[in-house]
């Protein structure tokens, strides 16, 4: 489970984010959505534990992110918009270093069968340069995969990804969240969040203006007796800011 309680980060005189609290249980999907500049990535960051901050209480699995951090970042992963890879080592040697990281006892067998599903079995002994961006993807997830963590945060999750790549990535998050798993994901793709998604919010300047069941969400702001979609919801909350 995921349990903020105001989260605020702050960069000098400016608010990045402001006052977030929310939970997501286990099982459970939150698409976190907002114009650029809204700080959507920088509370991910925060909730990671990639960045502290500055107020506010997060809490993963139950263990408090700030007095406990060894313990909360063992049970998630963050997958950010652009992979981040070792250029001098290969596919598998990336699964070999995360397994030592996290101490995964049947490392082999995950790495093999993770590999399988991502497709990049054939692909084991490359160098990230070789590849293209939406195999380092791959690698990243596979990665991320590995521990068998119990939070998982996205940020943009299909930037750069093919249709099929698309298709599979959005069924392994379903999946995921089916074994119980409770997950962020940030996207400015809306038509995704309403494929995966239980839950929304949604920030505008660093401040939450909605939140809810996706269902909540589209009775709460629907256009007379027609249920909105979210794209069309959005474009109403977020006003002028859409386009920035």
């Given amino acids: 489970?995921?349990?903020?309680?105001?989260?605020t980060k702050l960069y000098g005189d400016v608010t990045a984010v402001s006052d977030l609290t929310f939970t997501v249980e286990p099982g459970k999907v939150m698409g976190l959505v907002g114009p650029n500049g809204a700080g959507k990535t920088t509370a991910l960051r925060c909730m990671a534990g990639i960045i502290p901050a500055t107020q506010g209480r997060i809490e993963i699995e139950?263990?408090?992110?700030?007095?406990?951090?060894?313990?909360?970042?063992?049970?998630?992963?963050?997958?950010?918009?652009?992979?981040?890879?070792?250029?001098?080592?290969?596919?598998?040697?990336?699964?070999?270093?995360?397994?030592?990281?996290?101490?995964?006892?049947?490392?082999?067998?995950?790495?093999?069968?993770?590999?399988?599903?991502?497709?990049?079995?054939?692909k084991a002994n490359v160098l990230p340069p070789e590849l293209s961006r939406g195999m380092k993807q791959k690698v990243a997830l596979a990665c991320g995969f590995l521990h068998a963590p119990r939070v998982m945060f996205f940020d943009e999750p299909l930037t750069g990804l093919d249709p099929l790549a698309i298709r599979r990535t959005k069924d392994l998050i379903a999946a995921k969240a089916r074994a119980g798993v409770a997950i962020i994901i940030s996207s400015h793709l809306l038509h995704l969040l309403e494929e995966v998604c239980s839950h929304v919010l949604i920030l505008k300047r660093g401040k939450k203006i909605a939140h809810g069941t996706l269902e909540e969400i589209r009775t709460q702001f629907r256009e007379g007796d027609r249920d909105s979609t979210l794209e069309e919801i959005f474009i109403r909350l977020v006003g002028e800011d859409a386009g920035k």
Avoid: N
């Avoid at 489970?1 to 989260?7: D, K, N, R």
């Fill in 62 to 122: 139950s263990h408090d992110l700030r007095e406990d951090p060894l313990a909360a970042k063992k049970l998630l992963a963050f997958f950010p918009d652009e992979p981040r890879l070792f250029d001098y080592l290969t596919v598998r040697q990336h699964l070999e270093f995360t397994a030592r990281l996290y101490q995964v006892r049947d490392a082999a067998d995950r790495a093999r069968e993770l590999l399988e599903t991502l497709e990049l079995t054939d």
């Fill in 1 to 7: 489970m995921i349990a903020v309680e105001g989260l």
